[in-house]
């Protein structure tokens, strides 16, 4: 599938059945796999076959539809996590951890920013957050000599910065160290970071990739293109032996897929992070209609962002797809095709405001979910972000008066007219 457009790969890739085999990606539910001895199993364990014994490691289900996500971000592999969050933990650990650094957008979503500055500080990592609109000689700035990866979002939720790939690339690539981007509102429809320098791609898949807020989910793809063992010194987990598989090295034995075997036979078996096969199936149901979906989403928040930009209630709009928006730029270079269905706007009159104006929506609902068929909103200065004071708040964009729209399918016309109406009453 790798010479098809995104399209048909979104409805055929990851999953090719042979002859009277199921049409649909078949639910594995089980959890244990037989064989006929120790012997066979054993090598499994040892790394010396590939298959299944347990599915908290790897399940054909959840594989299939890895392997789809893969081809879609043009990557070498992919492995299915329980949740955005657990994607994004995995992909940074898998690397770093006590003693080491990382480098990161200051403009990302509240719970990895707290993931990063709270919770992995507490097991020994560092974090430097940096504006994602610093200079090249800022960003420079902020490596150091343990410094193990460089961390941003293709667009920030709820931010819509939008990040200079090539950019954080470049410096993180200078320093030897690989660029993970989380890339769950563009979608590999509307960015493929990897094609821009990206080594590592995570995504939340509850969000588009789902699209009907069914499952929980997320996912990690490796482009296998870094050189792990060219920095070996920085990656001993991957190129020194891992005597918990008889002295195993990954970047000798697994060569590209050094990074995505090592998050999966470690991480995944110590940790368990997994998504359950019934998950993977609804996923892959929502990732055969994602290229419609993004389109129609993308159209309709262009339609309220310029609605909203002209009405005497909003202070401010951001939308990327503006033509006076800051990240206008960067968009039509990385996002030409349309960025997300988001679209974060400032009431008149502050936070009260923007709660009461929430308050009287009809159509638009209001949820901490983002990024599925209904219209949704949210109020992140006292709900994802509330754990941020003032000056982490203003680093990460998210100012009082701030409203994250997610525009869903419904008719732009009736969205609009939700909108105003509840504007009209405060």
């Not at 590209?256 to 999966?264: D, E, L, R, S, V």
């Amino acid at each position: 599938m790798d010479n098809y457009r995104i399209e048909t790969t979104c409805v055929q890739g990851g999953y090719r059945p042979g002859n009277g085999e199921p049409r649909a990606v078949p639910i594995i539910q089980s959890t244990t796999f037989k064989y006929d001895t120790s012997e066979a199993m054993g090598r499994l364990f040892d790394l010396e076959d590939s298959g299944y014994f347990y599915s908290r490691l790897q399940n054909p289900t959840c594989d299939n539809v890895a392997a789809k996500i893969a081809q879609l971000e043009g990557g070498a592999a992919a492995m299915l996590t329980s949740s955005g969050q657990a994607a994004n933990f995995f992909a940074v650990f898998n690397i770093a951890g006590c003693g080491d650094h990382v480098v990161a957008s200051s403009s990302i979503y509240g719970g990895t920013y707290n993931l990063l500055s709270v919770t992995m500080q507490r097991m020994g990592l560092a974090v430097t957050f940096v504006d994602p609109d610093c200079s090249e000689a800022e960003l420079d700035a902020a490596f150091r000599p343990n410094t193990k990866a460089v961390f941003g979002e293709t667009i920030a939720n709820p931010a819509l910065t939008v990040l200079d790939i090539e950019k954080f690339a470049r410096a993180a690539h200078s320093h030897g160290v690989p660029l993970i981007v989380d890339n769950t509102f563009a979608t590999p429809v509307n960015c493929r970071p990897i094609a821009w320098g990206a080594d590592i791609v995570t995504h939340s898949t509850t969000k588009y990739m789902d699209g009907h807020a069914s499952a929980l989910g997320g996912c990690i793809v490796d482009s296998g293109r870094f050189d792990w063992a060219a920095h070996a010194e920085k990656f001993p987990g991957l190129c020194t032996p891992d005597e918990s598989y008889h002295g195993v090295v990954y970047t000798e034995k697994f060569g590209p897929g050094a990074y995505i075997t090592k998050a999966t036979v470690q991480l995944m078996r110590d940790l368990g992070s997994c998504q359950s096969p019934q998950s993977a199936f609804l996923l892959n149901v929502g990732l055969e209609s994602l290229h419609v979906r993004m389109a129609r989403h993308c159209a309709n928040a262009q339609a309220v962002a310029e609605h909203l930009q002209g009405h005497e209630k909003i202070a401010w709009v951001r939308y990327c797809g503006l033509p006076g928006d800051p990240y206008h730029a960067l968009a039509e270079k990385y996002l030409p095709h349309g960025s997300c269905g988001v679209v974060s706007f400032g009431v008149r009159g502050g936070r009260r405001a923007a709660e009461a104006f929430m308050g009287h929506l009809k159509v638009a609902t209001i949820a901490t979910h983002v990024a599925d068929a209904r219209t949704c909103c949210l109020h992140p200065a006292s709900t994802t972000h509330r754990q941020m004071n003032d000056e982490e708040l203003a680093a990460a964009g998210v100012s009082p008066d701030l409203v994250r729209l997610s525009v869903g399918l419904e008719s732009a016309e009736d969205l609009i007219a939700d909108l105003d109406q509840a504007l009209a009453q405060i």
